[in-house]
């Protein structure tokens, strides 16, 4: 049983929201309101949405239908970073996060499977050196991985690149 | 009047003083006398036709009785408590009545209030009785039936009367708990008495008689005024309190039923208006609701939504009528208070108004939504799910198409197959606006598809017997086909057939007994396959052996039935097949005989004699279950009587049970049901052998008598004991 929920947040005035996804554990039903909560039923399950709670079906044993995991996965879109389809080399970046994720960058737009292997960095990474990661391609995508158990958000990320040509 | 004294003789009162009356009556209403027919009896009432007229104690309102009425003739009775009133006083009388009848509806009921002068007689004329409301129909259920009324003049009493029709087609009708309501002069409440001499002074010996308010009595050394106390003293009781337990509850609309002091009755919720939809595609607006009905709209009263009827109030949209209005209304939401009505092949939005002749079509665009629960107002905007993804009303209005840039657009590629796999699975998307989050929800259940998998494995199959088992698949879009068998070859005697989620496999064996491994497979709409490598086993339930019976018996259908006409010996048959491991159960009925002391089944090697019983040697172990004075066990020739089964003798028809556990070296015999010793349990064995020795199924019988073998292949009468499988199978 799974339900996939679609979220279009509108929390910047005269600007376009932004969508994001989710996967509930349970086939949604129903939802309802009361007192600015929102209530969601699936079967015989009546679940509050609740931001300070950090897993689904939270004090349940684990197993089927027990306390679920919840992994936060934030993507950039692939950056050209530059003239689009030009080859730029990317020496590294920096990320300023709420937790500590597990990186990894995205360098084909032919295969979006392709990816680096994963590595956790520190919340913030702006103080000390960039986090190097040398990757030459067109465009670039950021991929982080925040584990369940714990709040996160993504506050910014800079990439470092350095041109194979002028005018590139 | 709480707080202050009563008045009290001899006592010292000082100017100011307050007292109240001690000696006033309690006032109570009279009620009928033996008003639920408790006493078992009709009395304390009268009645013209007492033959119609009996005490039942079926299913009674209140208590243990009530009374009740048949015959087919117009009957009354009367009660005799006749409580006094005055002109202008407002009198109730009510009574429960119940009809019950064999479908007919021709029985009625009904109270009266009867208005009586001052000899006890009836005031003449119409206005000596107020007809109460009328109990009738089908019944079933308790109902109440009231008559209310103010006396008139020359009343100087009242009661109640019983009126019954049972009808003419056999009904009874039953009454309790009649009752009186009604008002008559009492005490003032906030009467009081204030001393008013000059000095203190003594009350008399005897309470005097109390004037009414403003007049003035000499009690002795004291003069009381009477006034009205001017404190208001607020006092809860309980007007309504439910019985000690809950009450069972009719179903009937309009039945009643007594709880404690509350009398509930049986109401529908449901909007009975044959002009209201009964849809599930609403939306609430200038007062109305609005609910779709194929290609028009309809909408209730203004703040009515029980009338949907009412001339210029009520009515419908002729959505049909207007452009892009020919399919049949999927989805409505509200735009800015504007009513938008989709289906699909675009929106038409509505002006609302309470005034029906203020309600205008505004525009139409070929814009389209079928997902009703997927509509949202969102923010000042109203958002739908298209077939191309998440839209707005405003930019959709404004771009007349769903490929302008819209607020769904950048998830397009992610919402669309949600879509298609919930339209395929039937599941619809749920849409939902969180203002104190500033966020649209959209959901699509069952998304991402779980895999595609057959559930189940097959049981045994015994030849013979009708087999059939169902496969669960799980998973998918839902939409299933192609069920086959990848690998292996169905039997033939088998056939496999696919039915919504459940994969079918039926026959009745035939043959031998055999071990077929096939590989099932099923399909679902969105390309997954689903495979079950299954192991078919088919067992054969043993019979007897043609080729190991006695010369002087004979087989017949099939190897079940073994008949004999020798005269004392006994002789037999082995079955067709042994065991030595495991648990077996099986059933030995006499089939046709009459004889007592013919027929002898058990187990056996393939030592034992055949030409007698079995048991009548060291290789076999007997029950005798047609002895006269019970199961009888042998062996080694020895015959010992089975005290759990005396007196239990198998006449045609009826059957022995025997039990084996090779492990253990224990067999159980019993007869029609009882058992010697718990073979469930494994104690009280009727015998001991060495464990895994191949035993048999040994029978035999005589005197023209036949016995039959249940060994699995046919039903078995008795459950098999516990851990026993039910027959005897190779």
Not at chain 2, 177 to 196: D, E, F, M, R
Request: one cysteine or more.
């Amino acid at each position: 049983m799974s339900t996939t929920v679609f979220v279009y947040s509108i929390n910047v005035p005269n600007a376009p929201g932004k969508w994001s996804y989710y996967v509930l554990p349970l086939d949604v039903s129903d939802f309802t309101q009361l007192n600015e909560q929102l209530y969601i039923r699936g079967g015989d399950d009546v679940l509050l949405l609740d931001d300070s709670v950090l897993y689904d079906y939270v004090g349940r044993p684990s197993g089927a239908g027990g306390q679920v995991d919840v992994v936060g996965v934030v993507q950039t879109p692939y950056i050209d970073l530059g003239s689009p389809g030009v080859e730029k080399m990317l020496v590294g970046f920096d990320s300023v996060n709420l937790g500590t994720p597990s990186v990894q960058m995205g360098y084909d737009e032919y295969n979006l499977a392709n990816l680096t292997a994963p590595f956790t960095i520190p919340a913030d990474t702006i103080p000390g050196m960039i986090i190097p990661l040398p990757i030459a391609s067109p465009s670039f995508s950021l991929k982080l991985t925040f584990p369940a158990g714990a709040p996160w958000k993504m506050m910014s990320a800079n990439f470092y690149t350095m041109r194979f040509r002028v005018g590139a | 009047m709480s707080g202050i004294p009563t008045w009290q003789a001899g006592t010292t009162y000082a100017p100011g003083a307050l007292v109240v009356p001690s000696s006033s009556p309690a006032v109570a209403q009279v009620q009928p006398a033996n008003a639920g027919f408790e006493a078992g009896t009709l009395s304390g009432w009268t009645t013209g036709d007492p033959s119609h007229w009996t005490i039942s104690t079926v299913g009674p309102y209140q208590g243990t009785y009530c009374a009740r009425i048949t015959g087919a003739a117009l009957t009354s009775m009367q009660s005799t408590t006749k409580p006094a009133i005055r002109v202008g006083d407002t009198i109730s009388v009510s009574v429960m009545a119940r009809i019950t009848n064999a479908g007919t509806d021709d029985a009625h009921f009904q109270a009266v209030l009867q208005w009586l002068d001052g000899s006890g007689n009836l005031l003449p004329g119409a206005g000596g009785y107020v007809p109460g409301n009328e109990v009738q129909g089908v019944g079933g259920f308790w109902a109440a039936s009231t008559a209310s009324g103010v006396a008139p003049v020359g009343a100087a009493a009242f009661n109640i009367s019983l009126s019954a029709n049972p009808g003419t087609h056999g009904s009874v009708i039953d009454v309790d708990s009649a009752s009186y309501t009604y008002a008559t002069a009492a005490p003032s409440a906030g009467l009081v008495y204030k001393a008013t001499q000059a000095a203190p002074g003594k009350s008399g010996a005897s309470e005097p008689v109390w004037p009414a308010a403003g007049s003035s009595v000499t009690d002795n050394q004291v003069t009381w005024q009477g006034e009205y106390a001017t404190r208001l003293i607020w006092q809860a009781s309980p007007i309504l309190q439910s019985g000690a337990t809950e009450p069972v509850w009719p179903t009937q609309v309009g039945a009643v039923i007594h709880d404690g002091t509350i009398d509930w009755t049986a109401r529908s919720a449901q909007i009975t208006d044959p002009n209201c939809p009964q849809s599930k595609i609403v939306a609430i607006g200038a007062g109305k609701v609005f609910a779709a009905d194929n290609d028009i709209v309809r909408y209730c009263a203004t703040v009515n939504p029980l009338d949907w009827s009412s001339a210029n109030d009520a009515g419908y949209l002729p959505t049909g009528l207007q452009t892009y209005g020919s399919n049949p209304v999927a989805a409505m939401g509200l735009y800015r208070s504007n009513l938008v009505v989709y289906n699909a092949e675009g929106f038409q939005m509505w002006q609302l108004d309470p005034d029906p002749a203020n309600i205008a079509l505004l525009d139409a665009l070929p814009v389209a939504s079928t997902h009703n629960r997927a509509l949202a107002p969102t923010a000042n905007d109203l958002f739908f799910l298209s077939s191309q993804g998440v839209r707005s009303m405003g930019i959709a209005s404004a771009g007349v198409n769903l490929e302008a840039g819209d607020v769904g657009m950048p998830v397009d590629a992610l919402v669309k197959p949600a879509l298609t796999t919930a339209i395929a699975n039937g599941m619809e998307p749920i849409g939902t606006y969180i203002p104190a989050m500033g966020q649209f929800w959209l959901a699509f259940g069952e998304y991402p598809m779980s895999p595609l998998v057959l559930l189940g494995a097959l049981p045994t199959a015994v030849v013979g017997l009708p087999y059939a088992y169902d496969f669960t698949v799980a998973g998918g879009n839902h939409v299933y086909s192609n069920p086959r068998v990848t690998v292996g070859t169905l039997p033939a005697w088998a056939t496999l057939t696919l039915a919504g989620n459940k994969l079918h496999i039926a026959g009745t064996p035939t043959g031998g007994s055999a071990t077929v491994s096939l590989t099932l497979a099923v399909d679902s709409g969105d390309g997954q396959t689903a495979t079950s490598a299954q192991s078919l086993r088919v067992y054969l339930a043993i019979v007897w052996n043609v080729a190991d019976v006695s010369s002087l018996a004979s087989i017949s259908n099939g190897g079940q039935d073994l008949f004999s006409n020798n005269a004392s010996a006994i002789p037999g048959a082995r079955s067709t097949g042994s065991k030595t491991t495991g648990k077996a159960y099986l059933e030995i009925e006499k089939l046709i005989g009459t004889s007592p002391n013919g027929s002898v089944a058990g187990f056996a090697t393939a030592a034992a004699t055949l030409g007698q019983y079995c048991g009548s040697d060291a290789f076999g172990w007997g029950l005798q279950f047609d002895a006269p004075a019970g199961g009888y066990k042998y062996h080694a020739g020895v015959g010992v009587a089975i005290t759990a089964l005396a007196g239990l003798v198998c006449a045609a028809g009826q059957r022995a049970m025997l039990a084996i556990d090779y492990d253990a070296g224990l067999m159980w015999f019993g007869i029609k049901g009882t058992w010697d010793g718990n073979p469930s349990a494994g104690t009280g064995a009727t015998y001991t052998f060495t464990p895994n020795t191949a035993l048999f199924v040994l029978g035999g019988t005589q005197l023209s008598q036949t016995i039959r073998i249940h060994a699995g292949q046919d039903a078995l009468t008795y459950p098999p004991p516990a851990g026993f499988p039910a027959g005897f199978l190779s």
